[in-house]
């Protein structure tokens, strides 16, 4: 059975269309979330800088304290049910996402830590005539609103990762989860304002018109702007950001490895072969190339291979299962296309290379020709 979702900002109407959210295993119906229209959005970007304008309403650092512990502590109680959702929504193994949200709630206690001990510093004086008798120092105050725009692959630790910190910092945050696994952020915004944080200090939505998530993105009133997701897209919002808005973009990467020849191959390809594999390669950081010496790369590719071929390809909320569905239907068809035009390039196929559903691929491993080095 699926659920329906509210837009999270306080008073939003909505755009009058549901963005279905749907299971990547068996594209089964998930849940419903009503897409926010620019109305809401601009509802959002007015609550949130009119509590940034007032320090009245900044909230303390004992109570931002409090808060994180709070949600923290929550966390910890639901880590299994927050585990299965993302395993749900995302398609990454119940065994990797489990290990996710570990992660997730220790960067909650590493906001808390970082506000216990970051502070402003003591600007040296009294070095000249001009400073003498003057005592100068910095402190850290909130930047304004942030407004977060996050990715599929780790629906509950990245929004962690960027909702954390605006709220360790004091900022009013805006955060918009991809439209594929919108719940595990929505969750964990429950789970802040279930541990005291008030409802306009963090907002969360989901949008069907590209026009209307840019105006969030590029209104004057964002201090800061955090993005995780592809090159293109971040680099295009990053160029209509308003006139002194800071940002931090996190992209992609091709992730090469580089095995010599001492290295303890015992040791080593297990790990290539996780890192190749883990979230079915849907990681940026995933190994998507290795290269090694002429005389063991042969070795090397078909031990990779018999890695691959004993993972278990299933349904992510099983306990068995290694290798997960890829997010989306298209997502197969691209992958499928590389592999071929690979292998028609002159790569050879170790392993793989075939479709197991509509949204799982074997894992695969290809063998290229040698490097001719100059």
């Known amino acids: 059975m699926s659920e329906t979702f509210g837009i999270m900002i306080p008073g939003a109407k909505g755009a009058g269309e549901n963005i279905k959210v749907v299971a990547p ?17 601009e509802s959002a970007l007015n609550t949130a800088y009119s509590i940034f304008k007032d320090r009245d309403r900044w ?13 923290a502590e929550l966390m910890q109680q639901q880590a299994e049910t927050l585990a299965l959702e993302a395993a749900r929504e995302g398609g990454k193994p119940l065994i990797d996402s489990r290990v996710e949200v570990a992660r997730a709630i220790d960067g909650v206690k590493n906001c808390i830590e970082v506000l216990r001990t970051e502070s402003g510093r003591e600007i040296p004086m009294g070095l000249n005539a001009a400073s003498q008798n003057r005592l100068a120092f910095t402190r850290k105050e909130p930047i304004g609103v942030v407004v977060a725009v996050s990715a599929f692959n780790h629906p509950l630790n990245l929004i962690v990762h960027q909702v954390g910190p605006a709220i360790a910092a004091g900022c009013p945050v805006i955060v918009k989860p991809a439209e594929d696994t919108p719940l595990s952020c929505f969750r964990f915004v429950q789970i ?9 200090y963090c907002q969360a939505c989901v949008t069907s018109d590209h026009s209307v998530a840019e105006k969030l993105v590029t ?19 990053r160029s209509k950001l308003a006139p002194g808005v800071r940002c931090a973009l996190e992209h992609g ?14 040791d080593t390809l297990p790990l290539i072969a996780k890192g190749g594999f883990y979230h079915a390669g849907q990681v940026c950081v995933s190994v998507q190339r290795v290269f090694a010496p002429k005389q063991i790369a042969k070795d090397i590719a078909q031990r990779l291979a018999q890695f691959a071929q004993a993972m278990q390809i299933g349904d992510p909320t099983l306990e ?18 590389w ?11 170790i392993c793989g290379g075939n479709t ?19």
Do not use: Q
């Open 25 to 41: 295993w068996d594209l089964s119906l998930i849940a419903e979330i009503p897409a926010a229209s620019a109305d809401d959005i």
């Open 59 to 71: 909230l303390p650092i004992p109570k931002r304290i409090e808060v994180l512990e709070k949600t």
């Open 192 to 200: 802040l304002r279930a541990a005291g944080l008030p409802d306009e």
């Open 219 to 237: 209104d004057e009133r964002v201090g800061f702007f955090s993005f995780i997701g592809s090159g293109r897209v971040g680099w295009m919002l």
């Open 253 to 266: 990467g091709v992730a090469p490895v580089i095995i010599d020849a001492t290295a303890d191959l015992d």
């Open 320 to 337: 068995a299962t290694e290798v997960g569905p890829l997010i989306r239907p298209r997502e197969v068809e691209r992958i499928s296309s």
């Open 339 to 349: 592999v071929d035009k690979a292998v028609n390039d002159g790569a050879m196929k």
């Open 356 to 374: 197991v559903t509509e949204t799982s691929y074997e894992c695969t491993v290809l063998r290229s020709h040698p490097l001719k080095l100059k």
